[in-house]
Every structure is written in structure tokens, then in C-alpha cells.
């Protein structure tokens, strides 16, 4: 089950690009992704914290959301990422379009992490030592 809901969606988090009928199937996945990063540490001693469960329901708001662009997009990266060179003497930007399937995966994990350690950087929850 999703951390977050519609409600919170777009009454906390302020949310505006998902759809309603969207949203339960890009929080889902958003919530598989956030699992996957940082394993089964959010148990009911996580949830009972109120300011970090409510974290944890941002970062899923946010990580739906670049699931979301991710889809629109038709899965590619940012131009930002492409860019292979920039010439400023009458302005050429040259754009590496080869980018592998794996190097693709690799920056959507990285942003994955990103959009993650925004939310949950103050909590133990990145922490993946022994306990």
C-alpha cells in the first residue's frame, strides 16, 4: 500500500501534475522505489512519528511525480544529462543521444536517491549499517 494518498497529495504536499485517478498507481510504484532504497525500516515505531512519516509521504508524493515525468517523457533522461559539449562562439550544443539502457536506469536510481535523501536525510532511515 502507497505512503501517501490523493489527499495528502494535494492538500499537504500541495501536489498538482498527478492526476486522482493516476496517483494510486504512481504512489504504488513510488513506494516499491522507496522500499527498495532503504529496505524495511519503516515500521510501526516510523510510522508513530508523525514528522517522519509525514516525510516519508513527501518523498513518495515527489518520487510519483518523477515516475510521472519519466512517463511523459517516454522514459528519457534530462536533456541536461545529454549534453556532450557546449560551444559558446555562436552557440552549439551537442546532445550524446546513445546513452545505454543501464546508464538510463543508473540516473533514475540516482534521481530516485535524490528526490529520497531530500525528505528523509534527517532520519535514520538512509542509514544502512548495522544497527
Known amino acids: 500500500m502507497a505512503y501517501a494518498d490523493y489527499t495528502f497529495y494535494t492538500t499537504v504536499y500541495l501536489g498538482n501534475v498527478i492526476s486522482q485517478n493516476d496517483f494510486p498507481r504512481l504512489a504504488e510504484r513510488a513506494t516499491e522505489v522507496i522500499n527498495a532504497i532503504i ?3 519503516i515500521t510501526d515505531d516510523v510510522i ?7 516525510n516519508i509521504k513527501k518523498a513518495n508524493c515527489a518520487l510519483a511525480e518523477q515516475i510521472y515525468y519519466d512517463n511523459v517523457s517516454g522514459g528519457s533522461v534530462s536533456t541536461a544529462n545529454n549534453i556532450s559539449s557546449i560551444k559558446a562562439g555562436e552557440e552549439t550544443i551537442s546532445y550524446n543521444t546513445n546513452k545505454s539502457a543501464f546508464s538510463v536506469q543508473q540516473d533514475k536510481y540516482q534521481t530516485a536517491l535524490n528526490i529520497i535523501s531530500t525528505y528523509l536525510a534527517n532520519t535514520n532511515l538512509l542509514y544502512m549499517g548495522i544497527d
Not at 508513530?48 to 509525514?54: K, L
Open 48 to 54: 508513530a512519528d508523525s514528522d517522519v512519516y509525514t
Open 39 to 41: 529496505g524495511d525500516k
